[in-house]
């Protein structure tokens, strides 16, 4: 490409440099730096949202654990029991 042609084109890429100038179409960086900020906070507060609402309706891994443990130890405690009735029950059938 020689000079005539940058000559013969000029005033078009003149009027494309400031349709997009004048249009906004390049973003200027204290604008993208106020959008990431911004998206920034949003999920900011999604994330706190979505934290409060599983800690409302979960219960924690120790605390289930615990009850679980609590739980397997009263089901052997009944079934201790039931085997001493049963046994019981067939001593006093005899």
């Known amino acids: 490409m020689d000079y005539k042609e940058i000559i013969e084109f000029a ?14 179409i390049f973003i200027k960086p204290e604008e993208l ?7 920034n ?11 409060d609402d599983i800690t409302q309706k979960y ?4 605390a ?9 130890s009263e089901l052997e405690k009944m ?4 085997e001493e009735l049963k046994d019981y029950i067939m001593k006093e059938n005899k």
Not at 14 to 24: D, E, G
Not at 59 to 62: L, P
Not at 79 to 82: A, P, Q
């Open 11 to 24: 005033p078009i890429i003149v009027v494309v440099l400031l349709f997009m100038w004048q249009n906004n």
């Open 33 to 39: 730096e106020k959008k990431h900020r911004e998206i």
């Open 41 to 51: 906070s949003e999920t900011d507060k999604k994330i706190k949202e979505l934290t």
């Open 59 to 62: 219960v924690e891994i120790n």
């Open 64 to 72: 289930y654990r615990e009850f679980q443990s609590r739980i397997y």
């Open 79 to 82: 079934t201790i029991s039931i």
